[in-house]
């Protein structure tokens, strides 16, 4: 059962009750059928979205090339995950539907004990479980300083959250727009230009043109320092930035000076 456990990251409904990753399920099931098309066909047996599932967009990290990209995920009931494992009729499938089965036990049974209604309550309870425990084993000795900040890592994940990412990336836009700011580039002409309205209009599609091809830059350029900062290669993928260092890399992108970073020449420079 050790085996079937590992296949699953089970999740929680608003309500507190167990959920489970349609990807998952399609994985241990071992199907051999394209996910989408699969789904289809699970779903055509009379699921419906948001009573037995819910359509969730997440975020994958590729592993061949350094770039994420989105895929649709199916979070659904146990009693839809135990149903699919059924209706394919192999030895996985009954195995994955016993693991089901027993998850949904127990969760009954400490909804009952502790009156779980909701995933707040779960939470709550979890935190708490988890803090008496912790409790405990220091007042016993059985945890050293070190095996706490093991324990602290996996409570917290070692590596950045999407929302870890998402405020590196605001530091450096904001950055990059003030270094930019500090050169004189701007988005589009402000001065009125005497002459043809559609030289105006040219003028300014070429501002907006080269103020984007130099944001782009400037951002690369400090997302590559950034990381150099943390000892890491330039071109290293960004979720391998670790959670302890974020606030360091976004004081490191704050205090960059603007002379630090070497703009690219314009076309018109070059010509």
């Known amino acids: 059962m050790n085996e079937i456990q590992q296949l699953f990251n089970l999740k929680r409904n608003e309500d507190g009750t167990v ?9 241990g099931l071992e199907i051999g059928t394209q996910y989408d098309k699969w789904m289809e066909r699970m779903i055509a047996y009379g699921f419906e979205e948001n009573i037995d599932y819910i359509i969730q967009s997440v975020k994958v990290q590729s592993q061949k090339r350094l770039r994420t990209y989105e895929q649709l995920d199916h979070i659904m009931t146990l009693d839809m995950a ?27 049974e400490l909804a009952s004990a502790y009156g779980i209604n909701s995933l707040d309550d779960m939470n709550q309870l979890i935190e708490q479980l988890v803090s ?3 409790d405990y084993l ?13 324990l602290n890592n996996k409570f917290e ?10 405020a590196i990336k605001f530091a450096i836009k904001s950055k990059a727009e003030q ?3 500090k050169a004189g580039i701007q988005v589009t002409i402000d001065e009125f230009l005497i002459g043809d309205v ?9 501002a907006k043109e080269e103020y984007r091809h130099q944001l782009g830059k400037v951002k690369s350029k400090l997302l590559v320092q950034s990381k150099k900062h943390l000892g890491m290669k330039g071109n290293a993928a960004n979720n391998l930035i670790k959670r302890k260092d974020v606030d360091l890399v976004i004081q490191f992108i704050k205090d960059v000076r603007p002379s630090a970073i070497e703009l690219t020449p314009t076309f018109e420079q070059t010509t």
Do not use: C, W
């Open 157 to 166: 994940g070692e590596y950045v959250t999407p929302q870890d990412i998402d």
């Open 132 to 134: 008496d425990k912790l």
């Open 19 to 27: 959920a489970v990753s349609g990807r998952e399920l399609h994985k």
């Open 82 to 108: 135990k149903e699919i494992s059924m209706i394919q009729r192999s030895e996985i499938g009954r195995k994955i539907r016993g693991y089901f089965i027993k998850v949904e036990r127990q969760h009954n």
């Open 198 to 206: 559609y030289e105006q209009a040219l003028a300014n599609r070429k």
């Open 179 to 181: 270094i930019l700011g």
């Open 138 to 150: 220091i007042s016993t000795g059985q945890v050293s300083n070190q095996k706490l900040e093991e």
